[in-house]
């Protein structure tokens, strides 16, 4: 019995679970001394990543464990590096036909973090390749899962070309790119990075933007934590630290999509399509309100003669958000997100819940067949457009 309870569930949100040596395994040879696991830095984590590996050849050598595992493989105790397919790509397949879902889009998770800790460029832009490589190796076995390659605009356009570039070569459908340029850079959304958005416009190639592809930019000032307590734990991984930070996770995403529309970008590449990943979807509402106030306050006092339609407008033509399993998707998808939403299960990590669906489902009470159409199935075909094939 599949996980999915309907036919044609398109999932936008799942990750891979990379290996402590993964990433080197996929660099250039000269690259490879430069590249430290990651567990070296995080004894925790590498702990957690070899019981895994652990975990994996026992139940290759024993089927009824194997058996045990499918039956229960959404629970919390297989989640991260525990959970079935999470690295290994074969294993991968077989979790794909237990979940039943028509296709997934895949991120990466510690390897990411891996690129963003290089310092050197060089080491950098051959991680970036090395990222993209093993992706699209992971994924290679089943036409279900659409990687999505890292195209980052940090070093200017003239190598954000050459990894995108690459990236279609290697028959990418989706790319992932960053929202905050670093401090004395070009923003994302100068005139040079034309050719990059004419560029994917035309291999009509789906953007993300997800949590952490925000160059480390935290919009939660430390001092809201010198309040009498102190500055709560961060957890492994991309998610908010606590509450405050969960209330601005989506800021980098509003200002560099509010930057999309105001600065022209949407208008001269009208066939650019972003979805919105693990960063929540409640706010999308009141925010088209406050993008389109925006224009009316200052469309006498800038050059906003690029925006030819309200703010709102394109963020329902070009933008789609996932919610985080628990939002009352119910009241969004009965106001104007029906054609905004997408559904994610955030498989394997801990943050998709054991049971995304049910708790969907659980806010969806009087929601028509309609707007549940498009929740689980049509706004994801038409993000992916022509390059989905399942």
Known sequence: MVYAHRADIYDADTHMMESPTWLAEFADAKLRPHLTPFGQSNPA????????????????????????????????????????GAWDRDERVRVNDLLGFSAHIVFPTAAFDQVQGAQDPEVFGGSVQALNRGLASFCATDARMHPAAYIPFRHGPELAMSYLDSAIAQDFTVVMIDTIAPHGAKAFTHPDFDPIWARIQDADMAITIHVGTDGGWDPVPLSFYNNGGSVPEHAAGDAPRDAIAYMGIQYNAELFLAAMIFDGVFHRFPGLRV???????SWIMSWMKHLDQAYRAFRRLQDLSQVKMQPSEYVQKHIKVTPFAGEDIGWLLSTQAQDLLLFASDYPHHEGTDDPIARFEKTMEGVGEIAKQKFYTDNFRALLGSRLTT
């Open 45 to 84: 984590a590498l702990a957690e990543a070899e019981q895994a590996l652990a975990g994996f050849a026992k139940r290759q050598h024993n089927p009824d464990l194997a058996a045990e595992i499918e039956a229960s493989f959404m629970a919390m105790q297989y989640k991260g590096f525990e959970g079935l």
């Open 275 to 281: 979805a919105v990943v693990e960063l929540g979807a």
